[in-house]
């Protein structure tokens, strides 16, 4: 079931809402982070609630989905300066404790292993961000990821290149592998919240919707996760049966 929300900005409400509720809950949460345009209002929505409401966020801890291999973390097109200037740099997080995948290791398998790990070791990502691909992907797990793959290199999809081309000046730019947290990481988070909105993910929900569990359409993994919520906004849930959606207020 997909609950569909009027636009981004009710999307991102109700997810900020979500995030505010887990930190009040319990402070020292562990969340999952994701970058694209999808959550640049969440996280504009989450930093005005959090200064709304004085609440303190020093104690969480984040893993980020994923980096493009080549970019440090001072390319404004990286995934650590996305982070950094959307969220981050904003409220008063303890920067030790947000980790990005490293986009430039000198090893880049023991990075990856050692990823895993530290998710594993903080106790696991108590709330999981997550955008869509048009291709279906989530984080960099492009379609034919094994589904108990761990954090990894990704070679990206043509697809993928192109969709993302827009945040660089030429496609050449655009780097063509990627450090990715793998889809039994994403899959061990307790609480998963899938977000896709605007007419330009319409084919690929409407794709969800009709894949079974499936490798090449990764987010239909989580049809199998006991506790992910699908939201979306009206643009996105345009080719959706009625029977499908739960329209939100
Ligand atoms: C980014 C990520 C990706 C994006 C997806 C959608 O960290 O994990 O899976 O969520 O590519 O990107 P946007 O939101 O830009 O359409």
Redesign the pocket.
Known sequence: MFLVFKDPSAVAQFVSERLVQLIKDKPAAILG???????EPVYERFCQDVKAQGLDVSQLSSF???EYIGLSADHPQS?HYYMNRYLFDHLNFAKSKTFVPDGTPVDVELHCEQYSQKIMDNGGIDLQL?????NG????NEPGTPFDSRTHVIDLSVQ?RI??SRFFDSMDEVPTRAV?MGMKDIMEAKQILFIAT?A??ADVVAALYASDYDEQMPASMLKRHPNTLFIIDEKAAAQLPASAVQRMA
């Open positions: 982070l994701a970058t694209g345009s999808t959550m980020n989905l994923d995934y997550l955008g869509v691909g048009g992907h989530i984080g960099f993928t969709d993302n990715t605007g330009n993910k």
